[in-house]
């Protein structure tokens, strides 16, 4: 079964600051992930995925993730926080059987001026 | 952007009544899923589509039933609405297995009283 855990609920860091949101996951089979971002009142859009090519993917506005294998996870950094950055972000695992998406619970990202 | 609507975008509706939501597509994409958003567990899927006609349940079906007679519309009903299933609905969808990646609608919020 797959299962995604993102470990933190909220995240606040300072603008210019690094972001790191921690996503884990569970797999019976060499997975594909994602990360999504929804801003408030808004449906979701994909900043970055892996499907088994590089382990280092780079996303949209400035984010990339690195899939790792021994530690069974796909963390989302970003080298300098942008106000409009704020956002929840999804970590999600696709099954192979119809491409059934198993969603995280979600991170709050914060960003002070 | 992805062509995907989704009508009604807001509805209030009371205990009992049925309710029925509506995902249009003009992607021509085969693939169709209806996800519910509630705070702290992300995105949870109800039912997918992997074809005209062909549907399954997804993880939280209890309730809800969908039809596709159509590529292009995907349609969620919910027999007799119950203040549980209060929530954000979104429709997403899927060119292929390979690819992968879904496309998500603007979502519905639907309030029952």
């Known amino acids: 079964a797959q299962s995604v855990t993102q470990l933190d609920s909220h995240v606040s860091v300072s603008e210019g600051t690094p972001v790191l949101l921690r996503c884990n996951y569970s797999s019976s089979y060499s997975p594909s992930l994602f990360w999504y971002v929804q801003h408030p009142n808004k449906g979701l859009q994909l900043l970055l995925k892996?499907?088994?090519?590089?382990?280092l993917v780079k996303g949209i506005n400035g984010f990339e993730a690195e899939f790792k294998k021994s530690e069974t996870s796909f963390h989302l950094t970003k080298p300098s926080a942008h106000m409009s950055d704020a956002a929840e972000y999804f970590c999600v695992v696709s099954d192979r059987n119809f491409n059934k998406f198993y969603f995280g619970s979600g991170t709050k990202l914060n960003v002070k001026p | 952007d992805a062509g995907i609507t989704q009508s009604p975008r807001h509805k209030v509706t009371e205990t009992g009544t049925p309710v029925t939501l509506r995902c249009h597509q003009t992607?021509?994409?085969?693939?169709m899923y209806w996800y519910r958003q509630d705070p702290g567990h992300g995105l949870r899927l109800i039912h997918y589509?992997?074809?005209?006609?062909?549907?399954d349940k997804g993880e939280v079906s209890d309730g809800y039933s969908v039809s596709r007679s159509k590529t292009e519309d995907f349609l969620l009903t919910l027999e007799s609405a119950t203040s549980s299933q209060t929530s954000v609905y979104f429709c997403?969808?899927?060119?292929?297995?390979?690819?992968?990646?879904?496309?998500f609608g603007p979502g519905t919020r639907l309030t029952v009283l």
């Open positions: 992607e021509n994409h085969r693939y």
């Open positions: 589509s992997y074809g005209v006609k062909d549907t």
């Open positions: 997403a969808i899927s060119e292929s297995l390979d690819a992968n990646e879904q496309f």
């Open positions: 892996y499907t088994s090519a590089a382990t």
